[in-house]
Nanobody, 125 residues
Framework: QVQLVESGGELVQTGDSLRVSCVVSGGTFSDYSVGWFRQAPGKEREFVAAISGGTIGNPYYADPVKGRFGISRDNAKNTVYLQMNSLKPEDSADYYC?????????????????WGQGTQVTVSS
């Protein structure tokens, strides 16, 4: 059974930085490509960032977070991180991580087989 657990979400102020984590258990972590998605009340779930599996870990970002967010992985800790800088109120959402064994990076929810329960990030103005 593959499980993903997000953590690190909290209430922050505009302009702050925050790092959320996704710990993956039950499978071979290095084989998974991992994506971050977010969903705010009244909005559709949207892609945030993704990182490919293997030893290279190529990142990809959605336009609204380019230059502000960074995704990385630590295969020794079975963990993917999302570093969020220069946070804005529009970044407020529940953040979910998802994993797939399909190679490459994926910007839609369809290819992902496993999902976490989410962690809430609130950016106040």
């Amino acid at each position: 059974q593959v499980q993903l657990v997000e953590s690190g979400g909290e209430l922050v102020q505009t302009g702050d930085s925050l790092r959320v984590s996704c710990v993956v258990s039950g499978g071979t972590f290095s084989d998974y490509s991992v994506g971050w998605f977010r969903q705010a009340p009244g909005k559709e779930r949207e892609f945030v960032a993704a990182i490919s599996g293997g030893t290279i870990g190529n990142p990809y970002y959605a336009d609204p977070v380019k230059g502000r967010f960074g995704i990385s992985r630590d295969n020794a800790k079975n963990t993917v991180y999302l570093q969020m800088n220069s946070l804005k109120p529009e970044d407020s959402a529940d953040y979910y991580c998802a994993a797939t064994t399909r190679r490459g990076v994926w910007t839609t929810a369809i290819p992902y087989d496993y999902w976490g329960q989410g962690t809430q990030v609130t950016v106040s103005s």
